[in-house]
Structure formats: structure tokens, C-alpha cells
């Protein structure tokens, strides 16, 4: 069955970076859409960027726009998401999933379990 693991998270004070990773398996990677989406305490969950199938193509929410990095290597079935100058309300669960349509932000159909990232003040 697919699998995304993610992996990477953890506890940074603000200004630090972070870089995140998503393994998959079970699934031909190439042929699928890479998201990162985030859910903070007592939100709803959030899109945070995705990458395109053969990674050309990016899109960020304005909120980590110039701060974060999506990245693939299909080669590893893994996908990254770098964020650098993380700031207090970065704090959230990061979840990676994956969609059989183009690049947008919705439609993803295969889902992590999360990984915490903590950023204190």
C-alpha cells in the first residue's frame, strides 16, 4: 500500500532552519504531485507548497513565500520541504501528501501521519 513518511521535525528557536523530508512507497512517484500542508493547534490544516511531478514547477502560500523550499528527487521517492527563518507561528504538525493531478492545492489523496516542528521565541 502507499506510504509517506515524514521525517525531520523537531524543536528550533526562531530564525533557525529545518528541512523536512517525505519518503514514499507504493506508489510511482514520478507520476504524482508532492504537497506539504501544516495544522496548528486549534486550525484548521493549511497548504504550505507542492512541487509538480517532474519538479519543475513550485507554489507557496504567501505566509512561507521566500522562507521555505520544495524539492524532489525521484530518483529517492523523497520529497523536501527546507524552511529557513522559521518564526513562532510556523509552530505546527507538517504533513506530506500526494495527488494525481497537476500542481494545485487540493486533490491529494495520499496522506503522512505528520511530523512536529516546534519554533520557541
Known amino acids: 500500500q502507499v506510504q509517506l513518511v515524514e521525517s525531520g521535525g523537531g524543536l528550533v528557536q526562531a530564525g533557525d532552519s529545518l528541512k523536512l523530508s517525505c519518503a514514499a512507497s507504493?506508489?510511482?512517484?514520478?507520476?504524482?504531485?508532492m504537497g506539504w500542508f501544516r495544522q496548528a493547534p486549534g486550525k484548521e490544516r493549511e497548504f504550505v507548497a507542492a512541487?509538480?511531478?517532474?519538479?519543475?514547477?513550485?507554489d507557496y502560500a504567501d505566509s512561507v513565500k521566500g522562507r521555505f523550499t520544495v524539492t524532489r528527487d525521484n530518483a529517492k521517492n523523497t520529497v523536501y520541504l527546507q524552511m529557513n527563518s522559521l518564526k513562532p507561528e510556523d509552530t505546527a504538525v507538517y504533513y506530506c501528501?500526494?495527488?494525481?493531478?497537476?500542481?494545485?492545492?487540493?486533490?491529494?489523496?495520499?496522506w503522512g501521519q505528520g511530523t512536529q516542528v516546534t519554533v520557541s521565541s
Open positions: 507504493g506508489l510511482t512517484f514520478s507520476f504524482y504531485t
Open positions: 501528501a500526494s495527488g494525481p493531478y497537476g500542481l494545485r492545492r487540493d486533490g491529494y489523496i495520499y
Open positions: 512541487i509538480s511531478r517532474g519538479g519543475g514547477g513550485t
